[in-house]
């Protein structure tokens, strides 16, 4: 089959995250045809190879779309896939995956990984252990997931950490006796209000994604929840930020009388590479052999290398072209898919 031929039916197969059995089963079915052993582990991420010998080194791709691309309105003309603007197209990533099974028909002796539930913060790559790489010599880890003309290495890539946080109040009923509560949206509205977001710096950013204290206007409201991220290419930067939020909600809690129940998760940490990098190195080699030269990009968003760098296998995220991820104008060029399959090629 061609790289289109794949895409097509790539993108007819709807694979929210969590939800990707259907092109999990399409993997298996072409990978197995092309002679590739393979095993999953406990959250469906999927491991093929060929032989156990000798160092090799590791395409990764993740299944799942965004919800907005889970049934694509596909177009296409000579030029590009596209959509009609209603929905995304979902080239991120299911071109890359097509890239990948158009050169698996060549039967190249590399390590091929497919996870799940990247788009929920690299959830899928998050869950991998060092046992499932056993007992493979991977000489190198090329994510093929980022935005951008094909020939750019991603060298920077943050961490990021989910916060939750609940502030408990009093109910009471606003019209008869407002006075005997204690309201949890009011004081949540304080430490939003007390609470970095945005920009802090150069290498760091927070936001409150989402502020919820749901309830009827004659009910003083007795718990609301603010859930933020935070993102730095320090992890030092990272758990201050942190830190400086749960401390405004702590204090607005604390000054109404109110209780603050707090979850902390930190999702992925971040990576920064420099020349010396050897899967940095064999990229830019390979860029090179298809005619580009290789252009060093730092990114504000993770990808699935930020969770495998953390197994201590040398990892690197590469951009396949598509462009607009996650929009309605999302696209993704031929040219640039024809180029994708020459570099995978070539790293292969």
Known sequence: MTIYEHLRSLLAIPSPSWREDGVSAYIIDRMTECGYAFRDDECGN???????DGPKPMLCCHMDTV??????????????????GLTALGADDKAAIAAVLAAAEERPDALFLFTRAEELGLQGSAKLKKEFFMPFD????YVLDAEGDVGTCIISAPGKSRI????HGRTAHAGFSPEDGINAAKAAAVAVAAAPTGRI???TTCNIGSLMAPGSTNIVPDAATAIYEVRSLSDEKRRKVSDEIVGCFRKAAEACGATLEEHLTELYSPYSLDRSDPALGKAMEAIRGIGREARLKATAGGSDANCIRRLGIDAITLSIGYENAHSVSERIA???????????????
């Not at 999927?46 to 156990?52: D, E, I, K, T, V």
């Not at 939750?164 to 502030?167: A, F, K, N, V, W």
């Open 138 to 141: 991977i000489s190198g880890a």
């Open 164 to 167: 939750e946080l609940t502030i």
């Open 67 to 84: 919800e907005r691309a889970v049934e694509p309105h596909v177009l296409e003309d000579d030029e590009a896939f596209f959509t009609d």
């Open 201 to 203: 710096d150069d290498e």
């Open 334 to 348: 031929k040219e640039s898919m024809e180029e994708l399959l020459r570099l995978i090629r070539k790293l292969v």
């Open 46 to 52: 999927l491991l093929f190879w060929r032989s156990m």
